[in-house]
């Protein structure tokens, strides 16, 4: 492969209620594929089954480094149809970085321009860094406006090798990639290439995304977690 992956932000345990391995043995799988970092990204309240914010507001007391590996708080929280987070504001202090994304039934399908306008909203949290998955017909975008939405907010629009994996769970995905990454090297829009992992076995395979960067010819600089160095500027920057 072209491109040489050493960190994974989007990851899910115990915690979210339908994943399958704890943070230690998500850590573990992360070493055996050679990764530096991870960080832990399980859901907030609102999906079924999922931990309440008190298991983020706990990331203090968290082992930071396992098996080599070096771990980081994240979450992955629910835009709502108002573009708000829900997740209390005063847990946004424990989190190293926050992803957003479109989660059904939690949000309902308002198309293109109003999925595109709600997720803009939900990007100006200064805690927000990436958006997950967005991919699918069932949820569309507007993706010129998104793309450049995201450059002029710090955020990272993700690559979801869960998706491309499995594309008839996110109906459109592939050529909607094509497209929105297209638009991120025009536009110069950083990217993030996640598995989305829900068991260790998961961990540290994104080939299929590598695949189809490597097909658009992919520009390397654009994608933040090709180090750790590289990942902890991107998330420090607000």
């Known amino acids: 492969m072209k491109y040489h992956i050493d960190c994974e932000i989007h990851m899910h345990t115990l915690a979210s209620g339908?994943?399958?391995?704890?943070?230690?043995?998500?850590?573990?799988a992360a070493s055996e594929m050679g990764l530096k970092l991870i960080g832990l990204s399980d859901h907030g309240p609102g999906v079924v089954g999922t931990c309440s914010h008190l298991f983020f507001g706990c990331y203090d007391r968290m082992c930071r480094n396992v098996h080599g590996v070096?771990?980081?708080?994240?979450?992955?929280?629910?835009?709502?149809?108002?573009?708000s987070i829900n997740?209390?504001?005063?847990?946004?202090?424990?989190?190293?970085?926050?992803?957003?994304?479109?989660?059904?039934?939690i949000y309902v399908d308002e198309g293109a321009e109003r999925n595109t306008d709600n997720t803009i909203a939900a990007m100006k949290n200064p805690?927000?860094?990436?958006?997950?998955?967005?991919?699918?017909?069932?949820?569309?975008y507007n993706?010129?406006?998104?793309?450049?939405?995201?450059k002029e907010n710090g955020v990272a629009l993700e690559v979801n090798?869960?998706?491309?994996?499995?594309?008839h769970k996110r109906p459109g995905c592939v050529e909607n990639y094509k497209k929105m990454l297209t638009l991120c090297m025009e536009h110069r829009c950083p990217i993030v290439v996640s598995t989305?992992?829900?068991?260790?076995?998961?961990?540290?395979?994104?080939?299929?995304?590598l695949a189809l960067l490597e097909e658009l010819n992919f520009d390397e600089e654009l994608i933040v977690n090709t180090s750790v160095e590289k990942l902890k500027a991107f998330i420090g920057k607000k």
């Open 143 to 150: 993706y010129e406006r998104l793309v450049p939405a995201a």
């Open 127 to 140: 805690k927000v860094f990436f958006v997950s998955h967005p991919d699918s017909d069932r949820l569309p």
């Open 161 to 167: 090798t869960s998706s491309l994996r499995a594309p």
């Open 87 to 105: 997740f209390p504001e005063h847990f946004f202090n424990y989190l190293d970085y926050a992803i957003v994304g479109l989660h059904p039934p």
């Open 70 to 83: 070096e771990i980081l708080g994240g979450a992955e929280l629910n835009i709502m149809n108002d573009g």
């Open 18 to 28: 339908h994943a399958y391995g704890s943070p230690r043995e998500m850590a573990q």
């Open 196 to 209: 989305d992992s829900h068991d260790p076995c998961e961990v540290g395979h994104f080939e299929e995304s």
